[in-house]
């Protein structure tokens, strides 16, 4: 796995451009900044030990499958007018991009001599994948799901508890996403001399945005690689779906350092900004503190969060990784939303074209893809199909109405 | 105006200060403002005024609640000025403790000029470490506000030297690895932390996190300069809905204990 610097690394103290105007940095208690630090000198240190790579590359090749193929979508290509590339991470272990992650974590708390590990989640992939790593390594492993999700997925919970996990519903707050957060976090502030936190995306205080970029990068590695292997060429644009961030940071940063290649995020675009709901942080946001980085938040005139809204329970999330916030204010990347309807039909296209039922996060980038096609005809547009849709079949079945036996039009 | 003033005369007069703590706009602004001057008419010495705000990862269940009322009533930072500059006027040093996402949004200094013409003696930061904070230091200094910045059992003896050398008023040593919350037991994390903090800093040290009766106020007293008090007051409100009256009754008996325990160690 790739360590090499980019251009657009955070500073030692996480600090992503300006230490004030900048983002990330690290908000948060005191209680919490001794295992902050530990984590980070831990983190460093095994990412200069090559033992550590080679076993955390050797889990991933043999365990979740990987390398994820390079796949030339040609019949969506053809559809499309341009040369679609997908990564197809929706084919890992778990079904998502979000393996590479929790196994790096899991295999950093082994390392730390932690027994105990403890993750957010929304839809529950992440809250899955982390009870599947905690299986994998024998760790205790308990997650906190807003009770709206777990509620709204029944059957990630189901997986959670058969491999082990405790999940623990959240009620406080908006009992969503950001709340299960704020209740790890308290967890966390009471255990965390035998706990990991296993953050599920690449936001939060230092080290985290750059631990998970770290551990999700070989998606862009691997990519980076294969197309030109392939092809013989770079990819002319590449394109993800943007919630916390951490399959397009995994997919961008082997990417960042090489200027002709344009980089796109897809935000949640809900039903549309006049609709007030969406998640689209970066593009409607202000700047501002939560979950302890300075990043793109959506808020209120006081700075109370402000409740997200996506058909895509993963992109459902106020805040943004602030590596992506920095991206987005030196113009390096660009971040759109896409709404749900769009979302959805991209899900469609890809499901009839290809065969491939992409999750409706996934769907998103699918969607900036069919965009991108119409201003860049003929050029390589490379997207991270980061999971499979199969959790997302119930939400399917009711926005298309799937309960009978012709295909819908 | 700063806090210091009120441990000194407590310290003088061979006691503890107590420090109680309400969200602002609970159970209503109004209803606020009465239940803080009541605690300072019953003991008090120092006031902690909450900013209510949505995610409040250092606050358990017994705080969210009284935040989250607080926020569906509809209070707003102005409110929460305002409760400063009603409870200040009592003239007993009046703090705000807020998460920092607040205080960013409203512009850092122009909260620190319009709490220090509310009158309010400065700011107590539960995610906000010093190091990453200079925009607020150098508005605090530029407005004379205190400075109060959270020690935790965790904190190497580095990091206690760095967060003292950055507060003014007091230091808040937070006595258990955990949210707050009223607990049966005192923590014996708190003695240690306390004595590490105290080799630091010549700034008085107040103990928080979990006190919640006048003899564990005692217990605490006998080590620490101040006794700091939240989530017991905002209980002794909830366990009273509707019932302003009692809500205060309640509030008043539970300011003598507490008041009566730091005297009495």
Redesign the interface.
């Known amino acids: 796995m790739s360590t090499a610097p980019t251009r657009f690394d955070a500073d030692e103290?996480g600090w992503f451009g300006d230490p004030?105007t900048g983002f990330g940095?690290?908000?948060?208690?005191?209680?919490?900044?001794?295992?902050l630090d530990e984590l980070t000198v831990a983190w460093h240190e095994a990412m200069a030990d090559p033992a550590f790579v080679a076993e955390f590359e050797a889990i991933l090749r043999e365990y979740a499958g990987l390398p994820s193929p390079l796949y030339h979508a040609e019949r969506l290509s053809q559809r499309l007018g341009a040369r679609i590339l997908l990564k197809r991470e929706d084919l890992n272990h778990t079904g998502a991009h979000k393996i590479r992650n929790v196994l790096g974590q899991a295999l950093l708390t082994r390392r730390m001599g932690k027994t105990r590990v403890i993750a957010e989640t929304g839809a529950g992939q992440h809250g899955v994948a982390s009870a599947t790593a905690a299986a994998y390594f024998g760790l205790d492993c308990t997650v906190y799901m807003g009770s709206v999700d777990t509620r709204r997925q029944a059957l990630n919970v189901a997986r959670m508890n058969l491999l082990g996990a405790t999940v623990v519903p959240v009620d406080?707050?908006s009992a969503t996403l950001?709340?299960a957060i704020?209740e790890a976090?308290?967890d966390w502030?009471?255990s965390?001399?035998h706990t990991a936190y296993l953050f599920g995306t690449a936001a939060g205080p230092h080290p985290f945005p750059s631990m998970v970029r770290d551990f999700t990068r070989g998606i862009g590695d691997e990519a980076r690689a294969q197309c030109l292997e392939q092809y013989g060429v770079l990819p002319d644009v590449i394109a993800a779906c943007v919630g916390g961030g951490s399959n397009a940071i995994g997919l961008f940063t082997a990417f960042l350092d090489d200027e002709a290649v344009a980089i796109y995020g897809f935000e949640a675009g809900g039903e549309g900004f006049d609709t007030g709901r969406h998640a689209s942080t970066i593009h409607a946001g202000?700047?501002?503190?939560?979950?302890?980085a300075?990043t793109y938040?959506l808020?209120d005139?006081?700075?109370?969060?402000v409740e997200s809204h996506s058909i895509s329970a993963g992109l459902d999330y106020p805040g943004v990784g602030p590596q992506h916030a920095h991206l987005a204010a030196t113009g390096r990347a660009t971040y759109l939303p896409a709404t749900d309807a769009e979302a959805m039909d991209a899900m469609a296209l890809l499901a009839r074209t290809e065969g491939i039922i992409p999750a409706i996060e996934s769907a998103h980038a699918v969607a900036g893809a069919v965009r991108l096609a119409e201003e860049r005809p003929g050029q390589t547009i490379l997207v991270n199909l980061s999971g499979r849709g199969d959790k997302d079949m119930e939400t399917a079945m009711e926005y298309f109405g799937l309960n009978r036996t012709e295909a819908p039009r | 105006m700063t806090a210091r003033t009120a441990f000194e005369k407590a310290a003088a007069d061979g006691r503890a200060a107590l420090v109680g703590y309400l969200p602002a706009g609970f159970p209503d602004v109004q209803g606020g403002i009465d239940a803080l001057r009541a605690m300072v008419d019953a003991g008090c010495d120092v006031i902690e005024i909450g900013l209510p705000?949505?995610?409040?990862?250092?606050d358990?269940?017994t705080i969210?609640a009284a935040a989250?009322q607080a926020?569906e009533g509809g209070v707003?930072?102005s409110d929460v000025l305002r409760t400063v500059e009603a409870v200040a006027a009592t003239g007993t040093p009046t703090l705000v403790m807020t998460y920092?996402?607040?205080?960013?949004?409203?512009g850092v200094e122009r909260f620190a000029a319009d709490l220090a013409n509310a009158g309010g003696a400065g700011l107590i930061t539960?995610?906000?470490?010093p190091?990453?904070g200079?925009?607020w230091i150098a508005a605090a200094d530029q407005h004379d506000l205190d400075k109060v910045?959270?020690?935790?059992?965790?904190?190497?003896d580095e990091?206690i030297t760095m967060?003292t050398a950055a507060c003014r008023g007091f230091v808040y040593a937070?006595a258990?690895?955990?949210?707050t919350g009223a607990r049966t037991t005192t923590s014996d994390l708190a003695g240690p932390l306390v004595a590490r903090t105290k080799a630091a800093t010549d700034l008085p040290v107040g103990v928080g996190l979990g006190v919640s009766n006048g003899a564990q106020a005692a217990e605490i007293a006998r080590y620490a300069d101040g006794v700091i008090v939240g989530s017991a007051f905002v209980r002794a409100l909830l366990d009273h809905p509707g019932d302003g009256d009692a809500g205060l009754r309640a509030l008043t008996a539970l300011t003598e204990d507490l008041a009566a325990g730091v005297r009495r160690a």
Do not use: I
């Not at chain 1, 005139?301 to 969060?305: E, I």
């Not at chain 2, 539960?126 to 470490?129: F, I, Q, R, V």
């Not at chain 2, 258990?176 to 949210?179: A, D, L, R």
């Open positions: 103290r004030v940095g690290r908000f948060m208690p005191e209680a919490l900044v001794a295992a406080s707050g950001k709340d704020n976090l308290r502030v009471a965390v001399d202000d700047p501002g503190v939560l979950h302890g300075r938040v808020q005139d006081d700075g109370q969060t | 705000y949505s995610d409040p990862v250092m358990g269940p969210q989250q926020l707003r930072t920092w996402n607040p205080v960013v949004r409203y539960p995610d906000l470490t190091d990453s200079p925009e910045f959270l020690v935790a059992p965790s904190s190497t990091r967060t937070t258990v690895m955990g949210v």
